[in-house]
């Protein structure tokens, strides 16, 4: 039961325009989500987060936003960049785990076309 | 930001032995650290919750005796998969949490023959 989903398991986009990456979640108990990068032979590295209680975080080019009705959320990236291409996941925690154990998706892998 | 490692980065052995793997926070201390699992095409999968000087935690379906854990110190985590089969083949990565932030180590390739 894959209880967090990315469904496009690949994306190109051009540099400089806007990469949105989508994740779908089924437990309406996780209230934490989290976006991981990941290179080839690297571990994923932390991104950007947001709590249940925001529909939006933003830092610097990247913008996380949740639709809780939706059990949906996205991330953004503009302008993309060339360093940006990578395997992006989504993450999610529940409050009772103290927001440490995380439920992963399957991975977005972003491609930047120069 | 903090650095964990893994060591090996890959290991190949023969189906029956036993495989040790090891996760090390560099440059800070961790209670508790993370060991996930990774197939082809597959979301990371929680297998195991170590905590230091205490027993690991192990998610549904996953077994004790299989996957042992050890956390014996504050910067490292032991994952040895005891009696390796094929279908044990596969990315195994660990985190180490720093506050409420997990780091994540650059992973180790399993290949059981």
């Known amino acids: 039961d894959q209880q967090v989903k990315q469904n496009s398991p690949s994306l190109s986009v051009q540099e400089g325009r806007i990469s949105i990456l989508n994740c779908d979640y089924t437990n309406s108990m996780f209230d934490y989500f989290l976006w991981y990068k990941k290179y080839p032979a690297e571990g994923p590295t932390f991104l950007i987060s947001?709590?249940?209680?925001?529909d939006k975080n933003e830092d610097g080019r990247f913008t996380v936003f949740l639709n809780k009705s939706a059990k949906h959320l996205s991330l953004h990236i503009v302008p993309s960049q060339p360093g940006d291409s990578a395997v992006y996941f989504c993450?999610?925690?529940?409050?009772?785990?103290?927001?440490?154990?995380?439920?992963f998706g399957t991975g977005t892998r972003l491609t930047i076309i120069p | 930001g903090a650095v964990v490692s893994q060591h090996p980065s890959w290991v190949i052995c023969k189906s029956g032995t036993s495989v040790k793997i090891e996760c090390r926070s560099l440059?800070?201390?961790?209670?508790?650290m993370f060991w996930y699992r990774q197939f082809p095409k597959q979301s990371l999968m929680l297998m195991a919750t170590s905590n230091e000087g205490s027993k690991a935690t192990y998610e549904q379906g996953v077994e004790k005796d299989k996957f042992l854990i050890n956390h014996a110190s504050l910067t490292l985590s032991t994952l040895t998969v005891t009696s390796a089969h094929p279908e044990d083949s596969s990315f195994y990565i660990c985190?180490?949490?720093?506050?409420?932030?997990?780091?994540f180590g650059p992973g180790t390739r399993l290949t059981v023959l």
């Open positions: 440059d800070f201390q961790a209670t508790t």
């Open positions: 947001i709590s249940s209680i925001k």
């Open positions: 993450a999610a925690s529940e409050a009772n785990f103290g927001n440490e154990k995380l439920t």
């Open positions: 985190s180490a949490l720093r506050g409420q932030q997990a780091f």
